[in-house]
Nanobody, 115 residues
Framework: VQLQASGGGLVQPGGSLRLSCVAS????????GAWYRQAPGEQRELVAQ???????SYTDSVKGRFTISRDNTQNTIYLQINSLKPEDTAVYYC??????????WGQGTLVTVSS
């Protein structure tokens, strides 16, 4: 199983990025997808989640700015992040999991918001 995350980078406040996570080695459509982030010195936090049916949920601090989506034909989950703030600076990790316990992580992609 491999999850390959990409799309991070350095962006000015107010800017946008689109993160991608391509999965291989699993039956993607069965998995709930999620994005987490971990800022320096902080615990990893759940940012957004998308179920197999496409239902989405977000942590309060990103509602209205972040959008999680999935393409089951491409085995990919996305995170569109808009109106970026310096406090969004973190390593972003993609995750795919089953309620039965299977749980897989991508390698992380760094998002830095700075002027």
């Amino acid at each position: 199983v491999q999850l390959q995350a990409s799309g991070g980078g350095l962006v000015q406040p107010g800017g946008s990025l689109r993160l991608s996570c391509v999965a291989s080695g699993i039956t993607f459509i069965f998995y709930t997808g999620a994005w987490y982030r971990q800022a320096p010195g902080e615990q990893r936090e759940l940012v957004a989640q998308i179920t197999t049916r496409g239902s989405t949920s977000y942590t309060d601090s990103v509602k209205g700015r972040f959008t999680i989506s999935r393409d089951n034909t491409q085995n990919t989950i996305y995170l569109q992040i808009n109106s970026l703030k310096p406090e969004d600076t973190a390593v972003y990790y993609c995750n795919l999991h089953l309620n039965s316990g299977a749980n897989y992580w991508g390698q992380g992609t760094l998002v830095t918001v700075s002027s």
